[in-house]
């Protein structure tokens, strides 16, 4: 799509050099989105290309996640044997369904600021426990957990001009036993519900609700719960108002394998803890 209401592209190299955010800016990175309809509003993009930040960081604490990181990047990251959630990042890669020209650009820190339902970086970084360090518009940082990040459809608590500059997950969470779930109305369609369910060494199990949601719900239990006790917590928590409604499905299914999909990981999960 050809953005005819551009009149400037700036190219900063250094955080210093970010223009003054004003109405009709946008930042670009993969564009995917942005070229993909006509954005009439826009006047001037802001290309984030030449900030050149490491894609993917792995430090003692965290694995740092570029908001410019592409998912082939993400999707070919060599992960620690230990890291025994690794899996669960070429799940989530996978549940775009999207094209090799798709992963070679669209960014991590987009299908955040996105904020769908079935953002997969969104699933795959709040189960997780990422959090976001967010370069304000009016200058300093502020961190925000991403399952506090986005708050609706196409709804999170970025302000104008705010940037997201990466994602930071912590070592211990990819050492957790994790189980996926996920599923949509067509074959190859976009996710109705994406489950991820993690287990730390002390038995606590943190259920990661998103794409049924209209935001990311976690649940966490200090103990295994049984199936009774999970429908009852996922029930009381996921209100009906939460659950997100369009095309690819409607309240009551998604809830309804909300439910189902819950319950099959924690009997993965329970299966594989020791006795």
């Known amino acids: 799509m ?96 999207a094209s090799f020209k798709i992963w070679k650009t669209a960014t991590v820190g987009g299908n955040l600021c996105m904020s769908l339902p079935a953002g997969p970086m969104i699933s795959l970084t709040s189960a997780l426990g990422g959090v976001c360090t967010i370069w304000k518009a009016g200058g300093g ?17 970025l302000s104008p001009g705010d940037l997201i500059r990466q994602i930071d997950i912590p070592i211990a969470a990819l050492r957790r036993r994790s189980a996926f779930r996920q599923i949509s109305l067509a074959p190859v369609g976009r996710s109705a519900a994406l489950l991820i369910g993690s287990l730390d060494p002390d038995g606590t199990l943190t259920l990661t609700v998103t794409a049924s949601t209209v935001r990311p719900i976690q649940l966490t239990f200090r103990k295994a719960p049984d199936a009774n006790a999970l429908r009852d917590a996922i029930t009381r928590q996921i209100t009906d108002d939460l659950y997100h409604t369009d095309i690819h499905g409607k309240p009551l299914w998604r809830k309804h394998m909300t439910l189902r999909l819950a319950e099959e990981i924690r009997g993965e999960l329970a299966a594989g803890a020791p006795s």
């Open 141 to 157: 940082e502020q961190e925000i957990p991403v399952v506090d990040l986005v708050t609706g459809n196409q709804r999170n608590r």
């Open 2 to 97: 050809d953005l005819n209401t551009i009149t400037a592209v700036a190219h900063p190299q250094t955080r210093a050099q970010l223009p003054v955010w004003t109405a009709g800016d946008a930042w670009l990175a993969g564009g995917t989105w942005l070229f993909s309809e006509p954005q009439v509003h826009l006047r001037r993009l802001i290309d984030l290309t030449d900030l050149k930040w490491p894609a993917l960081t792995i430090t003692n604490s965290h694995l740092s996640i570029a908001a410019t990181c592409t998912i082939a990047e993400l999707d070919g990251l060599a992960c620690p044997p230990d890291w025994l959630a690794a899996p669960l990042i070429g799940q989530c890669c996978r549940a775009f369904l």
